[in-house]
């Protein structure tokens, strides 16, 4: 199956899909050292992404005639800063806001299928008619805003349109399911929120919900403090008590064992990794020591036994509290790009380009490629189911004809 990747970062959404089985057409970003990446990458032969077609530019100039019909999904995590709980929250008003450019590839390729994240702030009550502005878009894509409207009149005559069930049922729709998920209910070892906006062309008839959470904090507390199981498998003494707060918690856990797997911690994504200042680690690319991490309030860190904080792109280059551990003695150091890089479950062989500060903000933009994966696996099962449906019909056709 074909796609193509927007505002693609340093991969994680598109090696995902590609995990998934679809084959990128055109990779677009506009960052170099994202850009530089994904080459580097590439030129070493690394797999997921060797041979990909990287475009360095905006998504508004590429040439999107080039990449043909047929395309069966169309993925990528416009520019968050607009709706970032730490931004400057313009929303509509910030000239980063890169939906109004998503809708019109969407017009323009007519993709069987889109995936678009993003972060949760955008589903705050301060932006609840711009996000349902956007869902609306996404769902009619042909209802195209006119020339000097502005977004709030476009609104208002999408939604006098939808529910008149007149002009625009009969173009280019989707049936658009919006979700907000934690990655770590799904095995990804950091607590990241984001929202996921999917998309099916509505004459596919595919019914989707997202995909069922695997992982849980009940299961993780069970299997530390019911079991033990987990500070078995680290080879560490198990805490003498449980934290106060979680005592009535964990003996309910006792008497009803939760079904899902336990949230993977920072301590699990970890495994195997020395110490930065170690000799060792001079032979672990992107694994080196970044001084000057400091402990003060909302600047805390991530706790080893728990999964990571959110990672954070920063402001101005600097990661914030979030890009650190908590030592098991209550020391902080910050992450190494590699470690940073387990945490968002990108592969060990895969490298960054540019300094500390640049390739963490390539990953605290990133979306964990196992969590692209999940999601582009659960569009990719129903495309496939869509496109049995359609060569069934059209067989049926030709035997009547016949």
Same mark, same amino acid.
């Given at each position: 199956m074909k796609c193509v990747e927007l505002?693609?970062?340093?991969?994680?959404?598109?090696?995902?899909?590609?995990?998934?089985?679809?084959?990128?057409?055109?990779?677009v970003e506009w960052d170099r050292w994202a850009c530089d990446t994904i080459r580097e990458n590439g030129a070493c032969g690394y797999p997921l992404v060797a041979g990909w077609n990287v475009h360095e530019g905006d998504v508004r100039a590429f040439d999107w005639e080039s990449v043909? !019909?047929?395309?069966?999904?169309?993925?990528?995590?416009?520019?968050?800063?607009?709706?970032s709980m730490g931004g400057k929250h313009r929303a509509h008003d910030d000239n980063r806001d890169m939906f109004p450019a =998503?809708?019109?590839?969407?017009?323009?390729?007519r993709p069987r299928a889109f995936i678009v994240e993003n972060v949760k702030g955008l589903t705050r +009550? =301060?932006?609840?008619?711009?996000?349902q502005y956007i869902l609306l878009q996404l769902s009619f894509p !042909?209802?195209?805003?006119?020339?000097?409207?502005?977004?709030?009149?476009?609104?208002?005559?999408?939604?006098?349109?939808?529910? +008149?069930?007149?002009?625009?049922?009969?173009?280019?729709?989707?049936?658009?399911?919006?979700?907000?998920?934690?990655?770590?209910?799904?095995?990804?070892?950091?607590k990241r929120e984001r929202v996921f906006i999917v998309g099916f062309r509505s004459d596919l008839g595919v019914e989707w919900s997202f995909p069922k959470a695997t992982h849980s904090f009940d299961a993780l507390l069970h299997d530390q403090f019911v079991t033990g199981e987990y500070w078995k498998r680290h080879g560490i003494k198990r805490p003498p008590m449980v934290?106060?707060?979680?005592?009535?918690?964990?003996?309910?856990?006792?008497?009803?064992?939760p079904e899902a797997l336990p949230w993977r911690t920072v301590r699990d994504a970890l495994a195997g990794l020395p110490d930065p200042k170690s000799k060792a680690a001079r032979d672990i690319p992107d694994h080196r020591f970044q001084d000057g991490a400091k402990m003060y309030p909302g600047h805390t860190g991530s706790p080893l036994d728990l999964p990571a904080k959110t990672l954070k792109a920063g402001d101005h280059g600097v990661p914030g509290g979030e890009n650190m551990l908590v030592r098991d003695d209550g020391s902080v150091r910050y992450f190494t790009v590699r470690e940073a890089a387990r945490i968002q479950t990108f592969p060990d062989g895969y490298r960054f380009h540019g300094s500390w500060t640049e390739t963490m903000r390539q990953l605290g933009n990133a979306v964990p490629v196992m969590l692209g994966r999940i999601?582009? +696996?659960?569009?990719? !099962?129903?495309l496939v189911v869509a496109r049995m449906h359609e060569l069934a019909r059209t067989a049926q056709k030709v035997k009547g004809a016949a």
């Open positions: 505002y693609a970062g340093a991969g994680g959404l598109a090696m995902g899909v590609h995990l998934a089985g679809f084959v990128p057409l055109a990779v043909g !019909e047929g395309i069966d999904l169309l993925a990528g995590g416009p520019p968050c800063q607009p709706f =998503t809708v019109d590839i969407v017009r323009r390729l +009550s =301060t932006f609840a008619n711009y996000y !042909e209802v195209a805003k006119r020339k000097n409207e502005d977004w709030m009149s476009h609104f208002r005559r999408l939604q006098k349109e939808r529910s +008149s069930g007149k002009a625009i049922w009969q173009g280019l729709t989707y049936n658009v399911v919006p979700t907000l998920v934690n990655a770590a209910d799904y095995g990804i070892p950091q934290p106060e707060r979680l005592t009535a918690r964990v003996r309910r856990l006792g008497l009803f064992p999601v582009a +696996s659960s569009v990719a !099962e129903r």
